[in-house]
């Protein structure tokens, strides 16, 4: 199956709960890589790889997890990065 993968921006009450460290737990339970992080203006921004299946299940879980502070949530599909491993938390 061929790479795919998600980039992702949440708003709501998503920066100061956790989200970040909960987006990196439920990637480690998980088949993907990627990343994500705190942006300046509140939101929180994702990159997430994988087969596709796995990275809409990841995305599910993240969301139920969270479902509390994500107020939306934009999707955008964008290339795969090459060699990726692990998922990180940036600051």
């Known amino acids: 199956m061929a790479l795919a993968r998600a980039h992702v921006v949440f708003s709501g009450y998503v920066q100061g709960v956790g989200f970040r460290y909960t987006a990196r737990m439920l990637a ?9 992080r705190n942006l300046p ?3 929180v921004e994702l990159e997430v790889q994988g087969e596709k299946p796995e990275v809409d299940s990841y995305l599910e879980r993240l969301r139920s997890e969270m479902k509390h502070h994500i107020a939306d949530m934009d999707v955008n599909w964008v290339a795969p990065v090459d060699g990726e491993e692990g998922f990180s938390v940036r600051f």
């Open 41 to 43: 203006d509140g939101t």
């Open 28 to 36: 480690a339970r998980c088949p993907v890589s990627g990343w994500v």
